[in-house]
């Protein structure tokens, strides 16, 4: 495989003295994702992104105007036979009564308190507390993981490629860093850069 | 050489100096040269990038070589390793007790136990907790800070929440990871913290085991190599030996015994132990003898002289001791206070000494008769570690690594003006974001409305019933139909379970939840306490809104000194130019991620030329 990552960090820059400013040293990176097109790639692949946490309050909050619904329906056969006994015959049958009996039942229940405050909604709380820590960590780790990569692309750009050695201790740690992103970004990142 | 000697040697020296030394450069090189004759007057300090996620550093050591790895731990013990002297870090050792941010108790399995359990769980806050006095004078009361997060198995949360008590109201000093290279193996790094005792034998790249703490096996907080090899280790109780690198550990109980140690310095032909009781003396290392000093005072540093044959400085809390003789008779060098002394060193020049305490970096230029500060531009006067390396002294503080470095001559005449989210406002715009609002669990407030609010029942029945009859008697049938539907409300205010009747038998009975549980944090609680419930999470968001507070404050600050930076850094090779501007970057994202995007949005730059 072609180490692509370092061919565009070397091939073509001649060196420091190639760069006069900054900016044109930034700009070297334009075809490249910016942080935060990283970082909102990490949202959505880790499923953290704030709008998933806010739906969650939202549904726990109006889930209590829902009420408790309960519906109930029962039937009731009953029939009877009645026989008359006389002395000198056997019984005969007097008569007979069938009943149909229908019931319907439906009860609808509001718990008001659970508009204001419930296990329900807690449990959605506590557990976008936990989401929130899970995001402000990876940001950072996905920060730091960016920054590292984008030193190091520096450093191969102006301080040159150096001896063979260097160069590749350069490139694997490159790729390292361009894996680690990746795995934050489900490949995002590389697809990206190949996009561009 | 009696002791007038050594002051006229001062004094020839000093003079010397005075007349060698160069004027400094306009715009200095990024890192001094040569060891510089003060150096709080000619460099300043600077702070490297720091360490990342929240870490505070604890403890440096560098490898002795040019160009060598430095480590730093933090104060969870998770080791950090740079090889382009702090421009960039990767953590190669988590810290203890990291994995159990990661793996929270499993709730199904808690709540399979919590019938048996319930009582035990509720009740496990810990009534008092003891501090040893080897590590820490005095007893911690036991109501838990409501600020202090509790994680882990039991042993553990005791563990942190102790060291956060202690560190919280000053109790004493916590101990502090401590870390160490074997000057005879570069690659063989120590590392000792809480759990235990760590290894690297491959320049900090991958860690081991060695041994774990135990009571017999207290915290180390220094290493050294002894007669034939031997590794010893201070630690918060004594001395321990190890013939196999660490894996097991000796107590020979000797005179060392509950005392904390600081340093063993070789020196004289023997070896010098700094401890919490004084100072001790032993020939190999493995067997100690007090040594009476004139006062009780612990003794923090040994600092060998290497301009004087068997002359070594003392250092306590209250004064600088000194022998000229390898220790058989002691006088007071100097009585000048050193508070928090951690750790001195002797620098290249004769009676150039340096130390580093929890008040800033001090140095003295007449062998410790009088002391100045050298931290100019040091933002964090809690100095933990001090190493020189070949680009010059590098220091610890729970904020990073520094290093001193030449103050830069400003030659722009423009200036950058900022206007951006203060530090106020930024730490607000973190700590307010939706999922962290505390009004969401404002306990009185919906403790009481939650009270009075009333369950209201609906309720619609019908029925409806056909009959017939049948009389043979009189060869007559009926029918007969009926049908009825009522409808009913009711709004009751607690119990409202066993108020509410349903006519029919098909409905099922009320079932109420009471007995049925769930889990927070590791917790117990019934269906019908969600205050308390309540009461558990509003505890774990404070507690991450302090973090945050103190992430952003961090974030901020750098990120300020690293804007008005910018018209110095302009004289700088381009490199260096762009690196601090990817500092910057950095900087912006992380605040970024913690405000949803507000910093950025709130960033406005206007350049212009100064008059």
């Known amino acids: 495989m072609i180490p692509f990552l370092f061919a565009l960090a070397t091939s073509g820059f001649a060196g420091a003295a190639d760069f006069r400013t900054v900016d044109e040293v930034m700009a ?10 990283v970082q909102e790639m990490v949202l959505q692949y880790s499923k953290t992104d704030p709008k998933y946490v806010n739906e969650w309050m939202s549904a ?74 899970l995001r402000d960590k ?50 995002r990142f590389s697809a990206a850069i190949n996009e561009k | 050489m009696p002791r007038r000697g050594l002051l006229l040697l001062l004094l020839a020296s000093a003079s010397a100096r005075a007349q060698d030394v160069p004027a400094p450069p306009d715009v200095a090189p990024a890192a001094p040269d040569a060891l510089p004759e003060r150096l709080g007057e000619r460099f300043v300090w600077e702070l490297r990038a720091p360490l990342g996620s929240g870490a ?50 499993d709730a199904e399995t808690l709540l399979l136990e919590a019938e048996a359990l319930r009582d035990e769980a509720l009740d496990e806050a810990p009534a008092e907790l003891e501090v040893t ?52 193996t570069p690659e063989s790094v120590f590392l000792g913290r809480a759990d235990g005792v760590w290894r690297s034998t491959d320049s900090g790249r991958t860690w081991d085991e060695a041994s774990r703490s135990s009571a017999d096996d207290p915290q180390v907080t220094m290493f050294r190599r002894g007669a034939d090899g031997v590794l010893i280790a201070g630690t918060v109780a004594g001395v321990r030996y190890s013939v196999d690198e660490g894996n097991t550990w000796i107590h020979a109980e000797d005179a060392t015994d509950g005392a904390r140690i600081y340093a063993i310095t070789e020196e004289a032909s023997s070896y010098w132990a700094s401890t919490s009781r004084g100072l001790f003396r032993s020939a190999n290392g493995l067997s100690w003898d007090r040594v009476a000093l004139g006062e009780s005072a612990e003794v923090r540093a040994v600092v060998p002289d290497p301009s004087w044959d068997n002359g070594f400085w003392v250092a306590t809390a209250s004064a ?25 060193l002797h620098m290249d020049e004769t009676g150039h000494l340096l130390a580093i305490s929890d008040d800033g970096v001090w140095e003295s230029m007449d062998g ?101 009859r ?75 809104r302090r973090y945050l507070a103190e992430h952003v404050a961090d974030a901020w600050l750098s990120r300020s000194r690293l804007v008005a930076e910018i018209p110095t850094v302009r004289t700088q090779p381009l490199r260096e130019q762009v690196l601090h501007a990817l500092q910057i970057q950095e900087l912006d994202a992380r605040l970024d991620a913690l405000t949803n995007g507000d910093f950025t949005r709130s960033i406005t730059r206007t350049t212009e030329e100064s008059r």
């Open chain 2, 133 to 184: 006095p080897g590590e820490v004078n005095g007893t911690v009361d036991a109501e838990l800070d409501p600020e202090v997060e509790v994680e882990g198995d039991a042993g553990e949360a005791a563990g942190i929440a102790a060291a956060e008590l202690v560190r919280q109201r000053g109790g004493g000093e916590a101990v502090l990871p401590v870390l160490w290279v074997d000057p005879a």
């Open chain 1, 28 to 37: 070297r990176f334009e075809k490249e994702p910016e942080v935060r097109e």
């Open chain 2, 470 to 544: 049948t009389s043979f008697a009189t060869l007559s049938t009926g029918d007969a139909y009926d049908g009825d539907w009522t409808i009913g409300a009711q709004l009751c205010w607690g119990g409202c379970g066993s108020t509410v009747v349903v006519e029919y038998d098909a409905v099922a009975p009320e079932i109420e939840t009471a007995d049925s549980m769930y889990v927070f944090d590791g917790k117990v609680f019934d269906e019908g306490e969600p205050i308390a419930a309540a009461a558990n999470v509003a505890q774990r968001i404070r507690s991450y």
């Open chain 1, 60 to 133: 726990s909050r109006n889930a209590a105007w829902l009420p408790e619904i309960s519906v109930a329906y029962d039937y009731d056969n009953g029939y009877g036979y009645d026989y008359a006994y006389d002395v000198n015959a056997d019984g005969e049958l007097d008569g007979s009564d069938v009943d149909n009996d229908h019931g319907m039942s439906v009860r609808a229940k509001w718990r008001f308190d659970r508009l204001v405050m419930s296990s329900d909604r807690i449990r959605v709380i506590s557990e976008s507390q936990d989401i929130v820590k």
């Open chain 2, 368 to 468: 410790g008769v009088a002391w100045t500060t050298a931290d100019r531009q040091l933002g964090d006067p809690d100095v933990r570690g001090v190493a020189v390396t070949d680009t010059g002294v590098v220091i610890v503080t729970p904020r990073g690594l520094w290093r001193l470095v030449a103050p830069r001559i400003v030659t722009s005449k423009s200036h950058i003006h900022e206007k951006s989210l203060s530090l106020p406002d930024s730490i607000r715009a973190s700590v307010s974001r939706d999922e962290m609002d505390i009004d969401l669990l404002s306990l009185s407030k919906l403790g009481i409305l939650a009270a009075f609010a009333p369950q209201l029942d609906l309720k619609f029945d019908y029925g409806a019933s056909a009959a017939r």
């Open chain 2, 56 to 105: 505070r550093a604890a403890a440096l050591a560098v490898q002795p070589l040019a160009g060598g790895a430095w480590f730093v731990a933090d104060e969870r013990g998770a080791v950090w390793v740079t090889e382009d002297q702090g421009a960039t870090w990767e953590r190669t050792l988590r810290g203890n007790g990291s994995a159990a941010d990661d793996e929270l108790p």
């Open chain 1, 138 to 187: 990876v940001l950072e780790e996905i920060t730091r993981l960016y920054f590292d990569r984008r030193r190091l692309q520096v450093d191969v750009l102006l301080a040159g490629g150096g001896d063979l050695k260097t160069q590749i201790k350069n490139e694997m740690r490159l790729q390292e860093l361009t894996a680690q992103i990746d795995a934050y970004t489900g490949g």
């Open chain 2, 320 to 344: 600088l001791h000194r022998t000229d003789d390898g220790g058989a008779t002691f006088y007071v060098a100097g009585r000048q206070p050193l508070r928090g002394l951690r750790d001195m």
